[in-house]
């Protein structure tokens, strides 16, 4: 069902840009004649100048309030902002190489922020706790991604809805043996299998309350290990042949120590 109202959105994202690249055509031809014209039309092209300067702020204010709802979720857990920065870039890498349009992998970089929002439900004990959950405190944890779905799956946004679609799968995996629903293969939403990879590479090369950050070579090691198991192979082997666009990601976006 998610995925047919995807694809109906990704439609009207599609016709969304169309009519955007229109409009971009028309204001740079109305700039070009703008001094032969008569006053009036002076008048209606400068009103026409002001109202799509104004689209775009609305516009981009969507994507930055995206953007802080998914850092406001991350640091609720302790997490750096840049957390969420990096696994945006990376969803975004994976995206392009799996064949993603520019389009789609761009919202995905936007939406994929958001994937731990359902965090902000979950009580501070459970989250920041310095030591390994008991069994119901991790069923507690598991929770946050059907309450990040819920957050946002009314919203008839194409942003918020890929957004949602993220938070509801980023943790399920390949072999079926994750959650909330124990999906696999490629009944996992493209998005949440990119996701997970992105979130799991970026939380294990981080430190966090329960754990020191991982060396590279252990990593690996788990990658290749859960290709097929946790992780989508064909994204495995993306992330294998593109390892220095990561790193140049990981590099540029590293925590700064406060
Ligand atoms: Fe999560
Ligand atoms: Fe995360």
Redesign the pocket.
């Known amino acids: 069902m998610i995925n047919s109202e995807l694809s109906l959105l990704e439609e009207l994202e599609n016709l969304k840009k169309d009519f955007n690249s229109t409009v971009d055509k028309l204001a740079k031809d109305l700039k070009r004649n703008y001094k032969t014209m008569e006053r009036s039309d002076k008048q209606q092209t400068r009103e026409f100048l002001k109202l799509k300067a104004l689209n775009k702020e609305i516009e981009d204010t969507q994507k930055e309030i995206i953007f802080t709802l998914g850092a406001i979720g991350e640091s609720r857990s302790k997490e750096t902002g840049n957390h969420v920065k990096r696994v945006a870039e990376y969803s975004k890498i994976l995206a392009l190489k799996y064949g993603i349009s520019e389009a789609d992998a761009e919202q995905l970089k936007q939406a994929s922020p958001m ?2 929002i ?2 902000i439900a979950i009580p501070d004990a459970i989250l920041n706790k310095p030591a390994r959950l008991t069994f119901d405190e991790f069923e507690k944890m598991k929770e ?2 059907h309450l990040g779905n819920e957050m946002l799956r009314h919203s008839n946004r194409p942003l918020l809805k890929l957004a949602a679609i993220v938070a509801y799968e ?2 399920e995996k390949w072999d079926g043996s994750g959650y909330p629903q124990g999906t696999a293969g490629e009944d996992i939403n493209i998005y949440g299998r990119i996701t997970a990879l992105a ?1 799991v590479f970026d939380a294990l090369g981080s430190e966090r309350v329960y754990k020191p950050a991982w060396e590279d070579e252990r990593i690996w090691k788990l990658f290749k290990e859960e290709k097929g198991k946790h992780f989508d192979p064909k994204l495995i082997d993306i992330f294998f042949e593109n390892i220095d666009l990561f790193l140049e990601v990981r590099d540029r976006l590293k925590d700064t120590i406060t």
Do not use: E, L, S, Y
């Open positions: 994937h731990d359902g965090k946050h991604a980023h943790h979130d």
